[in-house]
């Protein structure tokens, strides 16, 4: 096991080859992968994207240097803003999103809000 320190004084820690931002989230993990042997889970994901606002780019046109027209081009004015998870997996047939929490940001609880009004998903924190 290898422990870590970053900002928020949360301790990275490799579990079986696998890095986790916190020792609760190993934790966490290792619980569910025991309730997913149980059979009280199933389909255990971690680090699960969700977009809640997609990238915003303009179309613009491009000509090579004998004046030919080529494809058109694209440039990203705002890139997307998305929500990882820490864990997803399925109980009782619905989905059920988990992020373990030690310290609430702003960008967090604004993202957990963005979840439920474009996703319809209540992020389960533990």
């Known amino acids: 096991m290898r422990i870590n320190y970053n900002k928020y004084h949360s301790k990275k820690t490799t579990v079986n080859g696998i890095e986790f931002d916190s020792r609760k989230e190993s934790r966490r993990y290792q619980d569910l992968l025991l309730l997913e042997r149980a ?3 199933q389909d255990l994901q971690r680090q699960v994207k969700f977009v809640l606002i997609p990238a915003q780019c303009e ?6 240097k004998n004046g030919q ?8 004015l705002e890139r997307e803003c998305s929500y990882v998870a820490d864990f997803v997996y399925q109980m ?25 009004y474009i996703h319809g998903i209540r992020v389960k924190e533990v």
Do not use: C, H, S, W
């Open 69 to 76: 027209k080529l494809q058109d081009g694209q440039r990203t």
């Open 92 to 116: 009782d047939g619905e989905m059920v999103v988990e992020d373990t929490k030690g310290f609430r940001t702003n960008d967090y609880i604004i993202k957990r809000k963005l979840m439920l």
């Open 59 to 64: 179309t613009f046109e491009r000509y090579g």
């Open 39 to 41: 059979g009280a889970i």
